[in-house]
């Protein structure tokens, strides 16, 4: 059989979205024997249809045609996705990071593949990227219109591109998107590839596409400050070697401690620390801490020192002890903590240092501890302090020894979140 996609037109196409609108997505592929599509959708009237599945299922309207199968033809941007969009309907591309995961989203900025100045990287993708996370964070609309885009990254990437950057945010956007870390929408046709110059800008400006993060990249870094510690601090380690990055997280309120705060509603569904599986208690800690000792770097005598511009180690550490505590003062010799908890569903615990920085002590959480307000004012102010202090150095050294066990001998093992290759439909 000879399959000639350019016979297909804009009456098989709407004739194989109003059987899908009838059948629903389900029975629709099951119908034509497609699998749901993971890149590629065509898009109408808001709704996302599976766009290889639509082109087999048009086939079969034209005179004397039978519906494709999978197999007979390719669902790819130069097939079946460019058949769509020349008859004039928006197709997007929507691999994103599918189910929201910290693992998923740190591993797609693990393999971004960004323009390099000489041998080291340029900063366009990360600067974008920091800038999305911190609207995030706070809360801020997801999509923006080009020209709003286009203006904030604009003035971002000429005052923060250390390394030659041209203020041009078509670029890091195109190549995000090609990554599935950013959508576009409001668009007909296919996106090009982030390559050429008057192309590219010419295509915003006819276009003029509202864009931003993929909704479950922006729900993740709005509620969990897990996953956007972990995004700066991936994006920094590898894009900032050499750099001062701290201007631009200054700007951005990504250097604040209030980066590695859940957002309100995360604590509705999950308390801090109130973990049933102890592995998973143990994975989130441990994770805490890797955090807290990517802030700092060991010099010639193996001592540990603090890296110059780490906002986020402290911040890191206390949530990790946080989260260790499950939600109780750890002095075990503790006479009643608060039952009362903050406006935020927090527990009422100050975090401390056990021993002092100035006498050799670590923004570690091996040497910090949670305690409630009468514990904490002991420990500093009670006659018993220093022997609650060899106390307390103990339990915290002993807990987090058997975290680090924990996780070492339960958790899974496995490829990780992420790193699936998915096909073109």
């Known amino acids: 059989m000879v399959v000639a996609l350019s016979d297909i037109g804009r009456t098989e196409i709407d004739q194989a979205l109003a059987e899908c609108d009838r059948l629903g997505r389900d029975s629709f592929l099951a119908q034509y024997d497609f699998q749901p599509a993971k ?85 366009y993708q990360p600067i974008t990227l920091l800038w999305a996370a911190a609207r995030a964070m706070r809360g801020e609309q997801r999509l923006l219109s080009w020209e709003e885009t286009y203006e904030a990254l604009t003035d971002l990437l000429r005052r923060h591109g250390l390394r030659g950057e041209r203020p041009r945010p078509d670029y890091p956007v195109l190549a995000l998107y090609q990554a599935g870390l950013w959508t576009l929408e409001g668009h007909s046709g296919v996106v090009p590839v982030a390559h050429g110059d008057a192309k590219l ?109 780490s906002p986020l180690r402290l911040p890191a550490a206390r949530r990790a002890v946080l989260w260790r505590s499950g939600d109780h003062c750890e002095n075990p010799r503790c006479t009643g903590e608060p039952q009362d908890r903050t406006d935020r569903g927090l527990p009422i615990l100050d975090v401390d240092h056990i021993e002092d920085l100035a006498q050799g ?3 570690h959480p091996s040497q910090m501890i949670a305690l409630c307000p009468n514990c904490h004012a002991t420990k500093t102010r009670g006659r018993s302090r220093h022997e609650l202090k060899e106390l307390l150095l103990r339990v915290a050294a002993e807990r987090h020894q058997r975290l680090q066990r924990l996780d070492r001998t339960g958790r899974s093992t496995g490829v990780p979140e992420g790193t699936e290759v998915v096909s073109d439909a």
């Open 39 to 123: 890149t590629y959708f065509l898009v109408k009237d808001g709704r996302h249809y599976d766009s290889k599945a639509v082109v087999g299922a048009a086939h079969g309207f034209l005179p004397g045609q039978r519906p494709l199968a999978p197999n007979e033809f390719s669902g790819g941007r130069d097939h079946a996705v460019k058949l769509l969009a020349d008859r004039g309907y928006q197709v997007v591309r929507l691999a994103a990071i599918g189910e929201p995961t910290v693992d998923g989203l740190v591993e797609r900025v693990r393999v971004l593949a960004p323009d390099r100045a000489s041998s080291e990287p340029r900063l």
């Open 201 to 309: 800008r010419r295509w915003f400006e006819e276009h003029q596409p509202t864009g931003g993060l993929p909704t479950a990249a922006y729900e993740l870094l709005r509620v969990s400050g897990l996953a956007r510690a972990s995004l700066i601090d991936t994006l920094t380690d590898r894009f900032f070697t050499g750099l001062d990055e701290s201007w631009l997280l200054r700007e951005l309120r990504l250097d604040l401690e209030t980066v590695v705060e859940d957002a309100e509603d995360a604590y509705e569904k999950q308390q801090l620390g109130g973990q049933d599986d102890p592995v998973v208690t143990a994975a989130q800690y441990l994770r805490w801490c890797q955090l807290a000792e990517n802030r700092e770097a060991a010099d010639g005598s193996g001592r540990r020192e603090e890296r110059r511009n």
């Open 361 to 363: 002590g670590r923004d």
